[in-house]
């Protein structure tokens, strides 16, 4: 059996990853891969906390279900934020990008 130190090992270096990739790349598209790296990384830590502690209850893998649906749903909102700002702008670059700035 894995010990669960070894996932939240994994768990914090997905975590770091996404966390450089939202906070280093410009590219719009870069940033949303790092926001959805930071999701998984939250999701491992629900299944291994939810299979170390009582696997008879359910509660980890419903939450780590509900973590899904919202990557979904901001990944088809951000792509087509993104879409649409590249249609104006005819860029993708974050700090291009002054549409909401007064």
């Not at 959805?36 to 893998?61: C, H, K, S």
Request: glycine share 4%.
């Amino acid at each position: 059996m894995i010990p669960l130190s070894w996932y939240l090992y994994l768990s914090a270096a997905l975590f770091a990853i996404g966390l450089y990739g939202v906070l280093a790349r410009k590219n719009a598209i870069a940033i949303l891969l790092g926001i959805e790296l930071m999701l998984n990384a939250a999701n491992i830590n629900l299944v291994a906390f939810w299979r170390y502690t009582d696997p008879a209850q359910m509660a980890g893998q419903v939450f780590a279900i509900i973590v899904f649906a919202v990557a979904a749903a901001e990944v088809a909102v951000g792509l087509s934020l993104v879409i649409s700002i590249y249609r104006a702008r005819k860029t993708v670059i974050a700090d291009e990008l002054d549409l909401m700035k007064w």
